[in-house]
């Protein structure tokens, strides 16, 4: 089983920030990592599919880089609407898994 | 566009089956996607639980242990999920999800989402 490290598990951050998240598997899963965002109540929503490309509708200030095992998520200019919570996942072949996710809070 | 919606009971008692059902509407069940069950207990992560496709191939989450059975039905597009034996650690919103198959090959990962129901394992 493909287990999948994230970090940090909070970040506090101020409205304009740049923030970068990291995720690592623990063996290579090429590019099959995707990013989503969770808000209390609701389910997750994607951000980043195969590790950079950014999906429909998501706004450019997401990227995504790595491959391998490393990974990161960057938010640039965070946003009012950007304070949730998020989860990496590796989608590697018939089997899915889930980071432990980070908090981005309010500073 | 696709959605997808949840039902089935809010509770099961202990060492019983939980038995929730996923309706797609607005695309083909048929198409090239894969169709998951996730779930998430109060307060914690994400769990992938298993995959389906429309010819009704699967793959489960071994931790599972086997409780976990997962059907298609094409002629009502709907997706099921059956987990037995269950526990007060199977208390969870359990989620529904589209894998959907990119035309260079792979996936672009869980593109739409069902808007989750909670079941709670209880007496």
């Known amino acids: 089983d493909i287990q999948m490290t994230q970090s940090p598990s909070t970040l506090s951050a101020s409205v304009g920030d740049t923030v970068t998240i990291t995720c690592r598997a623990s063996?290579?899963?090429?590019?099959?990592l995707a990013w989503y965002q969770q808000k209390p109540g609701k389910a997750p929503k994607l951000l980043i599919y195969k590790a950079s490309s950014l999906e429909s509708g998501v706004p450019s200030r997401f990227s995504g880089s790595g491959s391998g095992t490393e990974f990161t998520l960057t938010i640039s200019g965070l946003q009012p609407d950007d304070f949730a919570t998020y989860y990496c996942?590796?989608?590697?072949?018939?089997?899915?898994?889930f980071g432990q996710g980070t908090k981005v809070e309010i500073k | 566009q696709v959605q997808l919606q949840e039902s089935g009971p809010g509770l099961v008692k202990p060492s019983g089956t939980l038995s929730l059902t996923c309706a797609v509407s607005g695309g083909s069940i048929s198409s090239s996607s894969w169709w998951s069950w996730f779930r998430q207990p109060p307060g914690k992560g994400l769990e992938w639980l298993g995959e389906?496709?429309?010819?009704?191939?699967?793959n489960y989450n071994p931790s599972l242990r086997g409780r976990v059975t997962i059907s298609v039905d094409n002629s009502q597009s709907q997706i099921s999920l059956k987990l037995s034996s269950v526990t007060a650690a199977d208390t969870a919103v359990y989620y529904c999800?589209?894998?959907?198959?990119?035309?260079?090959?792979?996936?672009?990962?869980?593109?739409?989402w069902g808007q989750g129901t909670m079941v709670t394992v209880s007496s």
């Open positions: 996942q590796q989608y590697n072949g018939h089997s899915k898994t």
């Open positions: 999800a589209r894998e959907d198959i990119l035309p260079t090959g792979g996936t672009s990962a869980f593109d739409v």
């Open positions: 063996q290579s899963i090429s590019r099959w």
């Open positions: 389906i496709n429309h010819s009704g191939s699967t």
